[in-house]
């Protein structure tokens, strides 16, 4: 499978606990794109990264939270000192340069912040 | 700022029945146009795209024509079958190198065999 994945699928934490997930993009592509999607809502843009440059954030990413993309592959999303308020399906995206208006999902990470 | 305004759901349908999902957007300059579904535990999907006024993108037996005159991309399909039944999301891209999607909020679509 040459999909984009995310590890984990699932995630349970208590308040206040810091969490990090991974997103593996398909091997081409160099643009990567982090989204937050909560119960009932469509994704809502976080931030992406071209090869390894972070190039925009969304203002829902407060300080708390940090994406890397160190060598322009995987890239890490991580949430200190998580709220309940961050309970949500964290989407992963990739494409190409070219082609950016074409981004492949990967299945989430669905966190749930007791 | 762009927005997408789409029909609201739940919306249930019988097999073989008609299939229309309202889409508006509010955009500067001339985005790209997307229809996205997501099947039951599955991942977001492309299900079909426009770029241009006038553009239709087609997938699946779907339909979505980009009219920038009334701003809508609405989604049709002319016999909707039980496995259709999913998420469906209309999104627009602005014409920037940011690329970020804007999404609606989403309409559940059930087909009853």
Known sequence: DTGVSQDPRHKITKRGQNVTFRCDPISEHNRLYWYRQTLGQGPEFLTYFQNEAQLEKSRLLSDRFSAERPKGSFSTLEIQRTEQGDS?????????RDRYNEQFFGPGTRLTVL | GNSVTQMEGPVTLSEEAFLTINCTYTATGYPSLFWYVQYPGEGLQLLLKATKADDKGSNKGFEATYRKETTSFHLEKGSV?????AVYFCALSGYSSASKIIFGSGTRLSIRP
């Open chain 1, 88 to 96: 949500a399906m964290y989407l992963c995206a990739s494409s190409r």
């Open chain 2, 81 to 85: 079958q039980v496995s259709d039944s």
